[in-house]
């Protein structure tokens, strides 16, 4: 129970009680989890447990020793330890206004304003979500595979992970490897949109390294990324268009009723797009509003202008990776850094990268 006592302390010396109920029942499930995890060299010695999922874990420890030597990714004791659990890790729960894109955020110790609230239960999840309806927001509620304590406590292996294909593990453990390695406090959507720009082409370069160019593992990953790519484009247009319907001096009422046929209209669009991967699969099901779009937008904007930074490094992901450290050592705004280290060089880098 050492982690739960050392984060209540680290809590109750940084915010006094604000928030403290909520912050403490975020502490006791990870104490809880903490407590349960057991060294994945067990699971690996334990003949009970099936030789697939075992490769599995295998594989997770490759992607993180690929991380930290060849991406230069921080050395965590993240991923030595093994947590079974049932259904999902997290319920993520976006709130926004209704006639305006502008996110509800929560302000925290260490992470800052973050523009998501987490809960390891679907009922807190729901029960949040519950409040901020009555009092007239969008909510949308995620569900998240894994998550990140930015290097304070460590990150297990989780039984849910073993299920996924290697492209989209492969992704995963470096999209949470870059929050324990650069992490810049209240920037919500840049941190997990350089996570998503790295663990695609993180996930990339090691299923190459391991399988070669031409497998199916890396064929898989090409194709989620180039997904992702898609579906930015795609809501990046969406949240213009919904933007520029919101800025039109018409009533509150008016906004909300107006949106509906926008919200149609962009799920039909969705319909025609042609992914290649099944990693956007049910969202037309999804009854789309202002939280739902920012949700995905948070990690899915500016992808392509990510990319051109990639190819002034030379298409070196190393390189890339050691910039945003420069960022986050110089303790400036990450926006006003990049901008001002564009103009200085005279690069030619679509200005959206704000």
Not at 33 to 48: C, G, K, T
Request: charged fraction near 25%.
């Amino acid at each position: 129970m050492k982690s739960f006592f050392f984060l209540i302390f680290i809590l109750l010396s940084l915010t006094g009680c604000t928030n403290l109920l909520y912050l403490s029942k975020l502490g006791w499930y990870q104490s809880l989890i903490a407590f349960h995890s057991v060294p994945v060299q067990e699971i690996l010695e334990n003949e009970r447990v099936d030789h697939e999922s075992k490769e599995k874990i295998r594989f997770v420890q490759e992607v993180k020793g690929y991380g930290e030597k060849k991406l230069g990714l921080t050395r965590t004791e993240n991923y030595s330890k093994y947590f079974e659990v049932k259904g999902p890790v997290l319920h993520l729960l976006t709130v926004s206004e209704k006639d305006c894109l502008r996110l509800t955020h929560w302000n925290f110790p260490i992470t800052g304003k973050v523009t998501y609230k987490s809960f390891f239960t679907k009922e807190g999840a729901l029960k949040e979500k519950r409040i901020f309806e009555g009092r007239g927001y969008d909510t949308f509620v995620q569900q998240a595979g894994a998550y990140s304590t930015l290097g304070w406590l460590k990150d297990p292996i989780f039984s849910s992970m073993l299920q996924w294909e290697e492209a989209i593990l492969a992704n995963l453990i470096l999209h949470e490897m870059v929050h324990a390695t650069i992490y810049f406090k209240s920037k919500t959507d840049w941190n997990e949109q350089m996570a998503t720009f790295i663990g695609n082409h993180g996930a990339i370069y090691f299923l190459t390294e391991k399988y070669g160019k031409e497998s199916k593992q890396v064929i898989e990953a090409i194709r989620y990324q180039e997904d992702d790519l898609l579906f930015s484009r795609w809501i990046d247009q969406a949240c213009q268009r919904l933007s520029k319907f919101y800025s039109e001096e018409i009533s509150r009422d008016e906004k909300i009723r107006g949106r509906e046929e926008i919200f149609c209209s962009l799920k039909e669009e969705f319909k025609n797009i042609s992914f290649q991967t099944d990693c956007y699969q049910g969202f037309e099901r999804i009854n789309i509003n202002n939280a739902v779009l920012l949700a995905y937008h948070r990690y899915v904007h500016r992808l392509e202008n990510f990319h051109a930074l990639y190819e002034y490094f030379e298409n070196d992901l190393r390189r890339m990776i050691d910039f945003f450290k420069e960022i986050r050592t110089s303790g400036e705004d990450p926006s006003f850094y990049l901008e001002r280290w564009i103009k200085e060089r005279g690069i030619s880098v679509p200005a959206s990268l704000q």
